[in-house]
């Protein structure tokens, strides 16, 4: 006994050194991560100083480099990052760059963790530092400077400059999203951008070489952060003289004398000799002259680079007695569209012109004119036959009198601004009166449509809504789009037609009709990720030039749920598929578990026939009487057995020591080997273990309150039997040997105990070989008639 007590106290030494080493080793938590992790993640900005302190390592274990218990160091030697001396700071040693450009854009390190005073292997620790960007670039102008030529006739609204672009080195975003201004100076309202977004410049003002050459602007670039970043640059306009000005003559009107003979020659020219020049100073146009077709016409020539006219006939005194007015007219040689008129007052030596009847020397005038003609302007000169007089003009149309007027020496003047969507003809009569006689003419102005309008909307900025209950999966496979609202736009010229479209980083995703109608494309929201959408809506229309506006739209949608609506029917059917399986496996899972248990419980029921058990049965039928009947004795001049209806009484000395077996050790392994199965599965045989421990603990309680009743029963009758042989009998159970206390002899025991159920209790005692027959009778009565009949295997 005294080797079973050995082995059994180096047991319990050696159980309590591994579970101390065990919770020591559990204890030692240095070099773990806090909170627990494998891997340790950083932010830091690319303005970040060198030197900086990154953060701070959450390992734990101190690693002062006197008191400490760990030691930190980095496995890469040329690491942009250093871990402070004696602490868990991490430090910045190079400078970093978003971009990559002046120094790493991420960091990717490993720490070596190494625990001081122990023999453990060192723990590597992944160390990521995530570069962030910030507004450090200044958007840079591509091509400049810029210089442009413009000729003066350009009209307002020209697109002059396309395609000026800055470029922002930062990161996607609002750092390197660039906007375009024309800042306030000397001639910045001639020019502006189209769109703040785009780089492209129109003409905001007319030009006028006569006043102006050229002129200087300056453009800046600015990004959208905060604060924002920006660059300028300069933008010069050399400004090209324009055939837009008629050529003048240098004198309203001229006079000449007929020869007294009337013999052919050149005639002398008043006040000076005729002469017409281009007004345009930068074209300097040559001059061609004719005279204008008349009854008196045919008389006369005259040169055509120098206005010299001649008598070509001899003319009678009877012929032009009262004189004559010729039309001269001045032309461009490449404009023929640019001319100028002026009279030449012919008379005769002696006569009198001013008696004669007062006459324009045209009766129908016909001109084009443009509707961005300023006011102010002359249009057109109606000559006389008195030129040089101060003459009285007048319209008699009221309409028309608002918008033109005649000055005294018959020009034609703008009053008031043309507009080819209200009127575009103008006809009209000019009256001239001299005071004694009247003359009338007749006007037909046409009026040129000029792209003056730019395309207005009706609201400044556009906001639609795309409701969550919108259903866009059954869109998907189509290709009309969701319809999400409406833009109104319009142009005040007649004949211009509007053309809208959208621009913006996500314009793909949407289109939009000749109507102002949006649709959204539902097959292309698999990439959109944001829950607003921002485009700008541009309407062009098509004048010439061309001229365009536009206005925000903003598309926002109700939850991010559109972002992910593209799933099709497919992938959600093998999701349900998937789902439908993992269900099956563990319902199987759970009625294995249930039915293992089930079977486990009866297999420990069924068992109780085998070795070693404790068997009870409640209200047992088996009375003292029938115990007293089947009773044997046998003595071997040692001890004797009294077996009793299937229950065997062992009597030992007095002073022998009571060896009592667990009856449930052999049980419970047969049910454990009953079960071994059911321990290949992962989960249910770890529900079972605790299952067959929480039964185990209960027939233990139950096998020790049974011993401890027989044995105050058997203590009660004041008398112990000692047996050393035992009958055999139908149930088997098992005596140890001194020889060897792990092999089972079996030895008989009486059948009464099947009989009594599943409890029977055999009971070791010492006594004298002879003891009375009363006290037996009497404990074994007493045992027949209790309502647990026990068997009790030693």
Known sequence: MWIKHHWICYLIAVFCWLDKATIGAILDSRCYLEGGGSAESFLATEDLEVGSIIGKLRINGDPNAETGDITLSLREKTAPVEILAGSKDLALSVELDKEGVRGPSSIYVNVICIRRHSTDPSFVIPVNVRVTDVNDNAPQWIGTPYTLTLSEVTVPGTRILQGARAEDADQPGPFSTVEYQVLPGPYAELVQFLNPLEGTLVLRKALDYEQLQNFTVKLRAQDQGTPARHSDTLLRVVITDADDQNPKFQRESYSAELPNDGRPGELRMRPEPLKAVDQDEGICAPIQYTIVQSQDAKYFRIHPHNGQITLLTPIGYGEIAHGA?????????????????????????????????????????????????????????????????????TIPDPVNSQFFSVGSLGELVLAKPLDYEKMTKHEFQVLATDGM???????????????????????????????????????????????????EAADGDRNDKLELSLRGQHAGLFEIDATGNIYMRPEQLQSLNEST??????????????????????????????????????????????????????????????????????????????????HSQAHSSVSSANLVTHEKLAGNGNGASVTSGGVSVLHMKHGGNITMANPMNNGLHHVASGASSSMALGSSAALLERERERERERQRESYAATVRSIVSRASANGQLYEEDEIEHDSLQTSTTTPENNNRKVP???????????????????????????SNLLSATDAMGSSENNLTVYF
């Open 325 to 393: 007015t010729l039309v001269v007219k001045a032309t461009q040689i490449d404009n023929p569209d640019r001319y100028a008129l002026t009279t030449v007052q012919l008379t005769r030596p002696g006569s009198h012109s001013d008696l004669s009847t007062l006459s324009f020397v045209q009766k129908r005038f016909v001109m084009r004119i443009r509707e961005d003609t300023a006011v102010g302007n002359r249009i057109l000169a109606l000559p006389t036959n008195k030129p040089g007089k101060h003459l009285k003009y």
């Open 437 to 487: 006689t009247n003359s009338t003419a007749e006007l037909t102005l046409e009026v040129i449509d000029v792209n003056d309008w730019e395309p207005r909307f009706r609201e400044t900025h556009y906001e639609f809504m795309v409701p969550k209950s919108q259903s866009l999966q059954s869109r998907t496979d189509t290709f009309e789009g969701v319809l999400i609202g409406k833009v």
């Open 747 to 773: 030895a008989p025991v009486g059948a009464v105990g099947g009989a009594m159920g599943g409890n029977g209790v055999t009971t070791i005692t010492t006594a004298s070989a002879n003891a009375g027959q």
């Open 533 to 614: 959408v921002h485009l700008i809506a541009i309407a062009t229309d098509t004048g010439v030039p061309p001229r365009s506006t536009s206005v925000p739209v903003s598309v926002t949608m109700e939850g991010l749920t559109l972002a992910q609506s593209g799933w099709n029917s497919n992938m959600l059917g093998m999701f349900g598929m998937i789902v439908g399986l993992f269900l099956m496996i563990i319902l199987a899972l759970t009625c294995y578990i249930v039915r293992s248990k089930k079977q486990g419980k009866s297999s420990a029921s069924a068992l109780g026939l085998g070795r070693n058990r404790v």
